[in-house]
């Protein structure tokens, strides 16, 4: 696919971009380089491809899940303005 010079000021336009008349003719030439970039990736035979998430199969190092620091839970609720039953009260917000 090739673009015109009315293309590029119909992008540049529809985009808000402003192209000067001199731009328009180096900026059809990366827009097209960038559509034939696109075409030569489409015309690749995918179909006995598996999806991936990753281009690289990444594993994720996990640590065991277990409690490391000791329960304060007394001691900032005991500096809070106002707690009730093991909760924070707070001011309501919104009406």
């Given at each position: 696919?090739?673009?015109?010079p ?40 995918t ?12 594993v ?28 924070y ?7």
């Amino acid at each position: 696919m090739s673009l015109t010079p009315d293309d590029v000021r119909r992008i540049a336009r529809l985009a808000r971009i402003e192209v000067s008349p001199a731009e328009v003719e180096r900026t059809r030439g990366q827009l097209n380089d960038i559509l034939g970039f696109i075409e030569q990736l489409q015309s690749v035979d995918t179909r006995d491809i598996e999806p991936m998430s990753h281009a690289v199969d990444v594993v994720q190092r996990l640590r065991e899940d277990r409690v490391t620091e000791a329960d304060r839970h007394v001691v900032f609720q005991a500096i809070a303005p106002e707690t009730e039953g093991g909760l924070y009260l707070v001011p309501k917000v919104i009406e």
